[in-house]
């Protein structure tokens, strides 16, 4: 898949702020656990928190529905923190390698181009989550856009699911073997 420039994320920032009303969102990342029948010898690397074991498929999606990036699988255990760091695609986001444009200012305030996604990342510049659940107060509780615009890549994941019935199946194959 190409690798948007800056002009491409500027129209999925504004297809965000149409659908979602969230300024300044240029992707929703999420992960997709995938199926696999236990290996020989495998352990528990594949085996993850649903109880089951899987791969991760790890995504950015516009507000279209569309995988923007796809960028790398790991074993059902990891963390979806531990896959975005250890891939490509999250440290180009954390280092700034993305090709973002320059920062608008609404209302003469510094707005940074975000990527949103679930409570299992950790919030940097370029990367917004919502407010931990625990110990929420009624001001962050309304605090629901970041949501609306997160469940995109949800979506999209259901999408693929859907037309590609294998991915709501177990893959009876090695995952070394394989292409993502």
């Known amino acids: 898949m190409p690798t948007p420039k800056a002009e491409d994320w500027l129209r999925i920032a504004e297809g965000f702020y149409q659908s979602a009303q969230f300024l300044n969102c240029i992707e929703a990342l999420g992960g997709k656990h995938i199926c ?14 649903k109880q089951y074991f899987s791969v991760v498929l790890m995504a950015l999606a516009d507000s279209n529905y569309k995988f923007v990036i796809v960028g790398y699988w790991a074993y059902g255990s990891t963390s979806d923190a531990h896959i975005l760091c250890a891939s490509r695609m999250g440290q180009r986001l954390q280092t700034n390698q993305l090709a973002l444009p ?14 949103v996604a679930d409570e299992g990342f950790t919030l940097s510049p370029h990367l917004m989550r919502p407010f931990p659940r625990r110990f929420l107060d009624d001001r962050k509780r309304i605090y629901y856009r970041l949501t609306c615009a997160r469940r995109y890549v949800e979506c999209a994941f259901g999408i693929l699911s859907i037309k590609w019935k294998v991915f709501m199946s177990f893959i009876q194959m090695n995952p070394d073997n394989a292409n993502w």
């Open 102 to 115: 320059v920062p608008r200012r609404p209302a003469g305030l510094p707005a940074l181009f975000v990527s």
């Open 36 to 49: 696999v029948k236990k290996l020989p010898h495998s352990g528990s690397r594949y085996f993850n928190y």
